[in-house]
């Protein structure tokens, strides 16, 4: 991480830890985690099935509360905020990509962009539209706007979920797994548009099993275990595994 960047650090973990206790057994999902993530920065986390990747990228979007540590994000300190805030700034701060697209079947498409932007108070109306019609335009897909996601191909649905992240402005974009459900010429469509968004200056974080999806960002960080076993810039890995 650059100087610069250590000087706008977005999102900061400190020792977060993640337990899990059922009948007595406790699970450490995440165990002593600390890292850092500037604004504009584009990183993958990976590891095996079970390594803990989900669990962080939950934490990292406010879907679940740690059992230590500190997180704070966009200047927030999350550790102390109640439910509503952390939905507050979650709705204002996160963008979310999922595997699944989780489009709602019975909204069309500008409906189900624009469902986040519903919820938030500082944006007037005609604000919302603005932002609905400027995403689609950017996800090429303003040509569907009035379709329902059956309409639509995956690859269709999934720049349809982009457009939903991208739309309120967020300060961080979350991606589990993408491509996921893509065949192999919809997964380099949809990571094309994931590096376009990175070279506007879109912050993003993406989990994926795909090494070579993952060789496209600036910064790879492999877990194990709950534990970060290596966290280094993407061009030092490819040279070693050259």
Not at 45 to 72: E, F, H, M, N, V
Not at 82 to 99: A, L, P, V, Y
Request: proline fraction near 3%.
């Amino acid at each position: 991480m650059s100087a610069q960047q250590q000087n706008s650090r977005l999102v900061e973990l400190a020792q977060l830890n993640k337990v899990f206790v059922s009948d007595d057994v406790e699970t450490w999902a995440l165990n002593n985690i600390n890292v850092q993530i500037a604004k504009g920065e584009y990183l993958a986390i990976t590891g095996p099935s079970g390594c803990g990747k989900s669990t962080l990228l939950a934490q990292l979007g406010l879907l679940d509360t740690p059992s230590g540590g500190t997180y704070r994000l966009a200047g927030h300190d999350t550790s102390q905020i109640d439910k509503n805030e952390r939905s507050r700034i979650r709705n204002k701060e996160i963008g979310f990509i999922f595997q699944s697209f989780n489009l709602i079947s019975a909204l069309s498409v500008a409906d189900n962009v624009a469902l986040p932007l519903s919820y938030r108070a500082d944006l007037s109306r005609t604000q919302q539209r603005e932002r609905v019609l400027a995403a689609l335009e950017q996800v090429e897909m303003t040509h569907r706007a009035s379709h329902f996601p059956a309409q639509l191909s995956g690859g269709q649905q999934q720049r349809v979920a982009i457009a939903r992240a991208i739309a309120g402005q967020p300060a961080i974009i979350l991606a589990d797994e993408p491509t996921g459900n893509l065949d192999s010429n919809n997964a380099r469509i949809v990571m094309s548009l994931i590096d376009t968004l990175h070279q506007q200056g879109a912050t993003i974080c993406m989990v994926t099993h795909d090494m070579s999806s993952a060789q496209r960002t600036e910064r790879i960080i492999a877990m194990k275990d709950g534990v970060i076993v290596s966290d280094s810039p993407t061009s030092l890995r490819t040279a070693v595994a050259v």
